[in-house]
Nanobody, 122 residues
């Protein structure tokens, strides 16, 4: 069992950047794929990006391709989401989640963090 804690959210102007971190506790971090999801105001949670256990395979939602980059550092038990060229529609609570698979489906992930708020002003 692992626990996840997100950090790095905040308020940024459109066109700016933020880097989110997901710290994962537990010695089996490298056994898990990790994904980022987000939940905009009054909307359902949606997939953002995922990274495989080794970090070799990544997958992104079309809405963030070319702007966001997911990566992981297995030595630090941390997954990052670098977000560039942010838009107001990126405003959401961002969650990281762990699974043994890296599919982009909410139901795949069994362990979730508490979320971090990202607000992009126009």
């Amino acid at each position: 069992q692992v626990q996840l804690v997100e950090s790095g959210g905040g308020l940024v102007q459109a066109g700016g950047s933020l880097r989110l971190s997901c710290a994962v506790s537990g010695r089996t971090f490298s056994s898990y794929a990790v994904a980022w999801f987000r939940q905009p105001p009054e909307s359902e949670r949606e997939f953002v990006a995922t990274v495989s256990r080794t970090g070799v395979i990544t997958n992104y939602a079309d809405s963030v391709k070319g702007r966001f980059t997911i990566s992981r550092d297995n030595a630090k038990n941390t997954v990052y989401l670098q977000m560039n060229s942010l838009k107001p529609e990126d405003t959401a609570v961002y969650y990281c989640a762990a699974s043994t698979d890296y599919l982009p489906f909410h139901s795949t992930y069994t362990t979730w963090g508490q979320g971090t708020q990202v607000t992009v002003s126009s």
